[in-house]
Every structure is written in C-alpha cells, then in structure tokens.
C-alpha cells in the first residue's frame, strides 16, 4: 500500500509539473507551430502543421526536440548559434526562461522567447510575428550578452524549424543573369543540402533566397503539405536542409556566415534578419496566395497602392539622347497612354561624361552637353505632356574614370595593396561607412530638393561585392558584409522618412535583388533583363511563388522580334506593366492594340495586381502556361493563356478555371485583340456559371507558337 501510494504521488507530482511547463503556441487560422519545455528546462518544437482546433488537445503532443540547437551542447547537427566567450570557452547551453505574446495590430500577435545560459551571461530571445489571417509567420533571433569583453559570433540563425514526415522534397530557383529562377526539384535524403550566396551586394545573382519543401511528395499546385521560406535580407543568405539519422528534417536559415565572424559588444544586441515562412496544406498555390496577401497588406511598400505604367528610353537610345530625342520620346508616352516617362542610364557626367558604362558613375551632375536644361527641364517637358518623369540611379556605385573616385578613394571597397578587380566596369562604394551613407543619402536628396516633379526612381545595383575590404572598418573587416546591409537600410530609411510616397523600382542588372528586406522601401521589382516573352513566362512562373505581382516588373520590349507585339504585351500585362520600345517605329494596327491594351489594363489592373493567384497550366510540363487572377469578391477574372512552341497534332484539353464563385454567372470575353481580329475561344461572350468553368473549363490552347490569349471574366 505504501508503495502504491508513493507510486501515486509521483505520477501526481509529474502531471503537476507538467501543467506548470508552458506551452507556447504560435498561431494562424491555418497553422500551429508549438513550443514545449523539456525536463532539462530547454526550449522544444514540439509541433509544426496545421492548426488545432481544440487547444486541450495541444498538450497530448510530445515536448519533441530542441528548438534552437547550440554548439557545445549534446547537439549533433548543424547548430544555429556557435559563439566564443572572451576566455575562449566555445560552448553555449540555452535554458528557457520566459516568453510573452502580445498583440501588435489587428490579427497581428509576436511573441518573445527568452532563453539564458546558466554559465555565462548570454541571453537569446526568439521573436516570432503571427499574421493570422494571412497565414505567414516571421521569426527573427536577438543576441546580447553582459560578459567583460567582446564575444565572437560565428553561426547566428534566424531561424530553426523542424519538420516530421515520410519524404521530404527541396524545390529550389537558381540560375544566372537573364537566366533566373529556374525551378528544379529534389528529394532530400540523411545528410545535408545547403543554398547559399556570398556576392554581398548583388547577392541574388545566382541564387535567390527563395525554396519551398514539400511533405510525402513532390510539389502540387493543389495538394499536400508545403512550406514556403524566404529571409528578408539584401545581403548573403544561407539556408541549411539536414535530415538525421531518425529522418527528421531541419531547417536553418539567416544570414550566410561565411567570412562573417562578428564580434558582439557587451550589450550590444545583434538582431538577425527575419525569415518568413508559410505553411500550407493545400499545395503551393494557397502558400503562394498567402504569402501575396501579407506582402501587399504588412511588407510591400505602398502594398495597397495603385502603380503607375510607364515608357522606358533604354531601348530607344541606349546611351545616346539629347532633350529634343527625350521630349520626342516623351511624345510617344503620351501617344500611347502611359503615365510616366522613365529616363534611364546616361544622363550624368562632366569631367568624365557617361556615354557607355566605362565612366562617369558616381557623378550625379546633369551632362551640360546633352541636358543644359537639367533634369528640371525634362520634368517641366514631361509634365507639359500630362506624363510624370522618373529617373535611373545607381547610387552605391562608382566607375574609376570619375570625379568621385578620383577624390574618396577611400569610399570605395578595395583590396590595399592589390589590383582592382572590376565588375561591368565598376566599383562598391563602401555603405559600412557613414560618410558613404551621407553621400548615397544626399544623391536622392538633392535630385528630390532641386527636382520635386520627380515621381520615381529606378535604383539599379550592377556590381557584387568582389574586393570586399573597407578602409573605414579598419580591422573589423568581417563585419563589412553585415554592416554594408544596414549602411544600405539606413540610407533607405532616410528616403522612406524624407519622401514617403516616393515610388522606386529595386533593380540589380535583373533580379539580383529580390528579397523582402529591400521591399520594405521599393515599390516593385525588376525581376530580369531578359525580357523575351518565352523566358519571361518562366522567370515570372517562378517569382510568383513568393511575390505578388503587383511587385514585379514586366516590360514589352523588343527583346524576341519573332514573337508578335501582341504576345509580348499579354505575357507583360500579368504583372506591372511598362514599355520600353520606339513607339513612332509601331505601325498603326501595332499603335492601335498596345493603345487599347493599355487601357484593358487601367481597367482590370486592380483585379490584376491585387487579386487572388493561380497558376493553372505549368510551362515545365509542356508547350503551354495558363495563369488565373480572381478579384477579392470573385466578380471578376483575368486569364492569361500562352502557347510556347507546341508540336504539331499535339491534343489540347480545355484549362480548368478555379477561384470563382459557382453560383455566379459570367460573362466571357475575349479581350487584347488585334485591329481586326476576331475572338478565338470557345464561348465567347456567353455568359456562364463559375461551376461551368471551373469543372469543364474552356479551350484556350493551340499549336501555334508564341500565341496568346487574355480572357476577362465579368460577373452578371
């Protein structure tokens, strides 16, 4: 009996100390990612999928495994944080010792985890932001200590998720310039797959920070288990896949801490960039279609705006212009019903005038030669022709043959004692440096202040980080790659608080800047310099994943002269649409469809831009793409269908619709026709039920090549 009753007691005693663990639960309307305390009081993830719905039933769940691994600790994997102590003791053991949840905004809840080693004056929060109707999830890490001396960072993750399942698959999207975001899929499998940068400035040139994993199966568009992960970070990236030997999945991501090591300050706190995630059980479309929503609602900038379409000079002139080839082309804008009127590189330079891209970028002084007017005059041109004016710039860059360099060779990021080595004929300048952050600053800010009629810039980035040395940070030089970032965040949060509704497109020779961190402070995106509408299906397929397209640049340029003006236009229109050809070279039925386009576009450009995505027919299944927008209310639809290169007799099922409402009715229309031709599809202008459409569909497809169509759907 007595035995029975100790036995009693201690099964008692360990339920009592189990109620009193907490139970941390970060939550959305869809998923559930949980925290436990073990029995050594460490922090565990225990739970990572969909939402419960009854919270009694969270505490069934196991307490799992460690939720944010550290070197020196009984940790056989990767660890997300490893640092020295100034007495040269490398390990570091975490104990949970509180957390709070708080509301930030409507629907909006973060919660703090604080977590302490007992032997050493090290504390660890982990901060988790909880977007509850959109579905996403943000988690960032703050490291401080209270030691004598400095620490040394060396791994410092933003991030650690662990996922369980039978099979996991990594998709990924890689490339080059003008070759990006190429998707490919694989299965991981017990050991390691790392994707990474290390080009500092231009770090997405190869390789954004952009993956999805998917659970017991390859990727769907409509079913199963997926996760879509990104960091919202301008800089180097590391994301770390590792499955152990119980086939567990860990998932690691934050800044890529090669060459990085960082010495920590006493009180100082070092706070990594976010990573953002969504959980979804309804394949990658519903991930996507979350991760849309919260961009345009919490981290796009100007997410709920409307944006303006434009004309481009590049292809026009490249660098060979003058005020009357402006004021013409600015013509041509008008003629053609844009809204602004865009003049890109070349207009700078006196000592060392930009006529190719071997000189004069740094300078930020009107050439007298081709503008006597200034850019005053050519905003005063354009305004006159009821169009805005934008501007390029590439502010963080120099060429040698410039004034600038010629005088602050010091700003610029150079290896003493060694050759430059130059990329696209350009240099760094060095944004660790406040002075440089000064001058980056007021590049903007005086154009801005002489020029108020200013309504847009285009901020390019051509160069990575290739001599990574800064004179200003002495011997600190692995904090340049960190601290370059923040130099360019610091500089952006000066612009965004001077001229809050200044529109910018972030743009890096293409897509070497695609990332949330910049878009906190850009517009949109410039997602390629390849703009062949073939190519641009395929790169835009691929951002669509993680951004919406109102972000995404999209021109109609002359880039693939075999496809039609037509095709062009309809692969360019499904995102932000702009320009960049010689109008007056347009015949009049050409003239005539871009004219109309543009105005089918101002129309449904909210349905567009801020409506639902769907990507229905896959460009790396075959010789065709289909892509579906559906407004907030599903009254109203845009498809977007491409023929590729089909081959010939190829079978071509009807594309089924989905997003609509099925008891509504909707009228078909055909639209972006050319003069004189007529519709093509299948029930035009009929009106039919939503059920119709998305259980038979209708036949968009044929076996021409590069041919399009773009169908409007309008409630009745």
Known sequence: MKKLLTLLLTLLAADICAAEKPLIRIHTDQTDLLYRIDDQGRLCQSYLGPAFRSPEDLRLLPAGDEAFTTYGSKNYFTPALRLTHNDGNGSLQLAYVSHETRSAADGVTETSILLRDEAYPVEVKLILTAFERENVIKSRTEIVHYERKPVTLYEYASSMLRLGAGSYYLTEFT???????????????????????????????????????????????????????????????????????????????????????????????????????????????????????????????????????????????????????????????????????????????????????????????????????????????????????????????????????????????????????????????????????????????????????????????????????????????????????????????????????????????????????????????????????????????????????????????????????????????????????????????????????LRNYNRLKHTILDGDFYRLVSPYEGQHAAMQTVSADRTGSVVFAYDLNPRYGEQLPSVRLTGLAPDLRYRIREINLMPGQNPRIEHNDRVVSGDYLMKAGLKLFSTDRARSVVVELKAE
């Open 175 to 597: 490339g080059d310039w003008a070759h990006e975001v190429n998707k490919s899929e694989r299965r991981l499998d017990f050991g390691k797959k790392v994707l990474d940068s290390s080009l500092g400035s231009r770090a997405n040139m190869f390789c954004p920070p952009l993956f999805a994993v998917t659970l017991d199966g390859p990727m769907s568009e409509t079913e199963g288990e997926v996760l879509l992960g990104t960091l919202a970070w301008t800089g180097n990236f590391r994301f770390t896949f590792e499955v152990d030997q119980n086939n567990g999945l860990r998932i690691l991501s934050g800044i890529n801490p090669f060459a990085s090591e960082y010495s920590l300050r006493p009180r100082e706190i070092f706070r990594t960039p976010e990573f953002i995630f969504t959980f979804s059980t309804g394949g990658a479309g519903s991930a996507s279609r979350s991760l849309h929503d919260w961009a345009r609602r919490h981290q796009l900038k100007d997410g709920g705006k409307d944006r303006m379409t434009l004309l481009n000079n590049w292809e026009a002139t490249y660098f060979d212009f003058n005020e009357e080839k402006l004021a013409a082309l600015m013509d041509d804008a008008a003629e053609l019903g844009v809204d602004m009127f865009l003049l890109d590189d070349g207009w700078f330079g006196n000592k060392h005038p930009r006529h190719n891209d071997t000189q004069g970028l740094g300078d930020w002084d009107e050439t007298r030669g081709k503008l006597p007017g200034g850019i005053a005059g050519l905003v005063e041109t354009a305004e006159g022709k009821g169009i805005r004016f934008g501007l390029w710039i590439e502010p963080e860059m120099v060429n040698p043959r410039s004034e600038l360099y010629e005088k602050h060779r010091d700003w610029v990021l150079r290896y003493p004692n060694r050759d430059e080595a130059y990329f696209r004929n350009q240099l760094v300048l060095d944004l660790a440096n406040p002075e440089v952050q000064d001058f980056v600053f007021g590049v903007v800010d005086r154009l801005m202040t002489e020029n108020p009629g200013i309504a847009y810039f285009k901020w390019d980035c051509n160069s990575p980080i290739i001599n990574a040395h800064s004179a200003y940070l002495a011997e600190k030089q692995s904090h340049l790659w960190i601290d370059y970032v923040r130099g360019l965040y610091s500089v952006l949060e000066r612009i965004g608080a001077k001229y809050p509704d200044l529109p910018m497109m972030l743009c890096s020779g293409g897509g070497g800047r695609t990332d949330y961190g910049a878009l906190r402070y850009f517009t949109e995106f410039w997602p390629s310099d390849n703009t062949d509408p073939l190519e641009r299906i395929f790169i835009q397929w691929g951002y669509s994943h993680f951004f919406p397209l109102k972000s995404m640049c999209a021109h109609v340029t002359n880039w693939n002269r075999s496809t039609s003006i037509k095709f062009r236009t309809d692969v360019a229109m499904m995102c932000k649409l702009g320009f960049d050809i010689i109008v007056k070279d347009l015949p009049d039925d050409e003239l005539q469809f871009c004219r109309q386009a």
